[in-house]
């Protein structure tokens, strides 16, 4: 007997197959996309057009399975963080960030990371493993339905324009789930997303930018930094295995691909460490002659034990002057949900040891703004 399947692993391929291997037609998973994801009906039964047969057999053999929350934070500026429990004691956050002409949610892909960049806190914590294609779609079903009822939007919009993969983890590190999860989010049966509106944020990963390019093209930030070898393999150890003469490579060819003609280089800004006017220039001279590019600047989230400080504002500001003059267009991250920690570049910040409702020892990482100049223009 066929073991029942979480519908929301799967993209359209994945479901017409596995729907046709019991001799249910292709158009039939069409049907069911649309109730999952564009209308959140999890009830077989209320999926009307679905023939009375292929309902009784979905209630045999498939479920819809969300995340359980384990907290949900509003902000007074409309931001929403939810946690989810994912099972032995892990936790993954995503944030909904509300803005005029969007409304982003931010993913995450990794329950911990193994990347251990020094200033993220999810680093901090280790890998603990991969999220599922499921677990990853969990979070945009799950987010997308509960603002669709709350903002009182009728069948058919949105509530969801734009989505980040900066939440926990490295999203290229998991590709096999990442992939068909970026499909679904693509496919107009179901949430209909243009490649420009989704994002991939990747700490570096050189041979799955060339794969992600090949396989599904989205929009690409790059956590860089740090203008120089030296010092960004001290922030972002992966630069040891990719230099940045190989990630810049990689960033290149993937242009020819990217539904957007720049890259966006995430830059979290350390007082004293990569903040000054010395790493701005060495910066623009590092870039000089190579691609279009657009550097977003996060003032650096402090969580306990690291060591490392948020630079002063104007720090931050001469640092985005100088690369104004030079034509470079940067824009500074905007904090947004200080009130629930949810403020800082990423999922950093207070790391919470706490005890669910369910007895299991939760790791919470507040979480993220996650606003990328990658989202605009
Ligand atoms: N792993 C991927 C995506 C998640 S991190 C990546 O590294 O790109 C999303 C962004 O938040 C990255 O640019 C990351 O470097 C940044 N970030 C991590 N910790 C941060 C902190 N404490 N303060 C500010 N930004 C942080
Ligand atoms: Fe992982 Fe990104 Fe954090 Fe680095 S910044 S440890 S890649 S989540």
């Given at each position: 007997m066929t073991p029942t399947a979480n519908?929301?692993?799967?993209?359209?391929?994945?479901?017409?197959?596995?729907?046709?291997?019991?001799?249910?037609?292709?158009?039939?998973?069409?049907?069911?996309?649309?109730?999952?994801?564009?209308?959140?009906?999890?009830?077989?039964?209320?999926?009307?057009?679905?023939?009375?047969?292929?309902?009784?057999?979905?209630?045999?053999?498939?479920?819809?399975?969300?995340?359980?929350?384990?907290?949900?934070?509003?902000?007074?500026?409309?931001?929403?963080?939810?946690?989810?429990?994912?099972?032995a004691g892990n936790a993954v956050e995503s944030v909904f960030i509300p803005e005029t002409s969007r409304n982003t949610l931010c993913v995450s892909s990794q329950a911990g990371c193994a990347m251990a960049c020094s200033f993220c806190s999810t680093g901090a914590q280790g890998f603990n493993r991969n999220l599922d294609t499921a677990e990853i779609l969990a979070q945009l079903w799950w987010a997308e339905f509960t603002m669709r009822a709350e903002l009182g939007l009728a069948d058919g919009e949105r509530a969801i324009s734009n989505v980040v993969m900066m939440g926990m983890g490295e999203p290229l590190q998991n590709y096999a789930a990442l992939v068909p999860a970026l499909r679904v989010m693509l496919d107009d049966d179901a949430y209909g997303l243009s490649r420009r509106r989704v994002t991939v944020s990747t700490s570096g990963v050189v041979p799955m930018i060339d794969r992600l390019a090949a396989d599904c093209p989205v929009a690409l930030a790059v956590s860089l930094h740090a203008p120089n070898d030296a010092l960004r393999d001290q922030l972002v150890p992966l630069n040891r295995k990719y230099p940045l003469a190989e990630l810049l490579a990689a960033c290149e060819r993937y242009l020819a691909h990217a539904p957007r003609d720049f890259i966006t280089f995430e830059y979290c800004m350390l007082d004293g460490v990569n903040d000054t006017a010395e790493h701005a220039r060495e910066l623009i001279a590092l870039m000089q002659g190579r691609f279009p590019w657009k550097c977003n600047l996060i003032p650096f989230n402090p969580f306990p034990g690291s060591g490392l400080r948020r630079s002063s504002a104007q720090r931050v500001a001469a640092f985005a002057a100088t690369l104004t003059e030079a034509g470079i267009v940067a824009t500074v991250r905007k904090t947004r949900g200080d009130d629930i920690d949810a403020a800082c570049g990423q999922l950093a910040g207070e790391v919470l040891d706490r005890t669910s409702r369910r007895g299991a020892r939760v790791v919470a990482i507040a979480a993220s703004d996650a606003v990328s100049a990658a989202n605009q223009g």
């Open positions: 519908l929301l692993r799967f993209d359209k391929d994945a479901l017409v197959e596995w729907l046709g291997a019991a001799g249910h037609k292709a158009f039939r998973a069409r049907q069911v996309m649309h109730w999952l994801h564009q209308r959140g009906v999890a009830d077989f039964e209320a999926m009307t057009d679905l023939a009375k047969p292929l309902r009784g057999w979905l209630r045999e053999h498939a479920c819809v399975q969300a995340l359980p929350v384990v907290t949900e934070q509003r902000s007074r500026d409309g931001t929403v963080k939810w946690l989810f429990d994912v099972g």
